[in-house]
């Protein structure tokens, strides 16, 4: 799959984004309280689940932790899922080039192909082929409510983006020097910015993606982290283009990020 002329137009791309927290109920009171999403139960039999939606668009999902992940000591946290042409192809190349299967290939009866793997740092993401040909199409993507930038915070930089090269066809974007943090990675799908990646401390304990939902205004959405009982742990910072960003903590203990204009 390296080759990335075999590749569909949606292999690589992220096209989902879900929280497993120990209060979905207080995670639905939170973050939307934040951003202009509503929720609703997904309607799916035997699973407790629900959707985050902009709009009548469903942009993320919403579930319960699971009893065996508490056990595990998983924390609550937000998972990407990246389009695959294949769940089961991608699956065993995530073990050939030394990553780790946390779910087996899946099926999701009228969703799609899951799986839940790690790369080599050990970094979660869940591998997804819907069985829908026909997703409605999404808002444009710097629309408030949707993820706007992705971060791979990882102890290894070169290996990781390598890794990901070869599963997804990323490919290296502009790099910014970051003075004594080192550099920042930018990467690409095509010709548009994924995200990014670096050497971070916070990786030290465990890598992680943070993912940057858009708000309209990131001093409004700030006061409205706090007021809700979220923690701020960086920012807010101005990044290269004029956005602004904030790195946060929810009331449940999920990290995530939100980025916007001044205001």
């Known amino acids: 799959m390296s080759d990335t002329t075999t590749m569909t137009e949606t292999h690589g791309k992220f096209v989902w984004y879900e929280l497993m927290t120990p209060d979905?109920?207080?995670?639905?009171?939170?973050?939307?309280?934040?951003?202009?999403?509503?929720?609703?139960?997904?309607?799916?039999?035997?699973?407790?689940?629900?959707?985050?939606?902009v709009g009548e668009t469903g942009v993320a999902g919403l579930m319960p932790m699971p009893d065996d992940a508490g056990?595990?000591?998983?924390p609550p946290n937000?998972?990407?899922?990246?389009?695959?042409?294949?769940?089961d192809v991608v699956a065993a190349q995530v073990k050939k080039e030394g990553?780790?299967?946390?779910?087996?290939?899946?099926?999701?009866?009228g969703i799609g192909r899951f799986a839940a793997v790690a790369d080599p740092q050990g970094a979660v993401l869940s591998l997804f082929k819907p069985?829908?040909?026909?997703?409605?199409?999404?808002?444009?993507?710097?629309?408030?409510?949707?993820?706007?930038w992705r971060e791979l915070h990882t102890t290894d930089q070169v290996a990781a983006m390598s890794y990901y090269a070869k599963l997804f066809g990323w490919t290296k974007g502009d790099v910014v020097d970051m003075g004594p943090m080192g550099s920042y990675q930018i990467v690409s799908r095509g010709k548009a910015m994924l995200g990014g990646m670096f050497n971070s401390p916070a990786a030290k304990a465990h890598p992680f993606w943070l993912y940057y939902f858009?708000?309209?205004?990131?001093?409004?959405?700030?006061?409205?982290?706090t007021k809700g009982g979220g923690e701020l742990t960086n920012g807010p910072m101005q990044v290269p283009g004029g956005a602004w960003i904030i790195q946060c903590v929810d009331p449940q203990g999920a990290h995530f990020a939100l980025v916007g204009p001044k205001g």
């Not at 937000?78 to 769940?87: C, I, P, S």
């Not at 990553?99 to 009866?109: F, L, Q, R």
């Not at 710097?142 to 993820?147: S, W």
């Open 24 to 53: 979905t109920k207080g995670a639905e009171k939170f973050y939307g309280s934040i951003l202009p999403w509503t929720a609703k139960d997904a309607g799916t039999p035997g699973m407790n689940y629900s959707l985050f939606s």
């Open 71 to 74: 056990k595990k000591g998983v």
């Open 78 to 87: 937000w998972n990407g899922y990246v389009a695959v042409d294949d769940v």
């Open 99 to 109: 990553g780790v299967i946390h779910h087996p290939p899946t099926d999701i009866p």
């Open 131 to 148: 069985t829908r040909a026909d997703a409605p199409a999404m808002p444009p993507p710097e629309t408030p409510g949707l993820v706007g």
């Open 214 to 225: 858009n708000v309209a205004g990131i001093d409004t959405a700030l006061a409205k982290v």
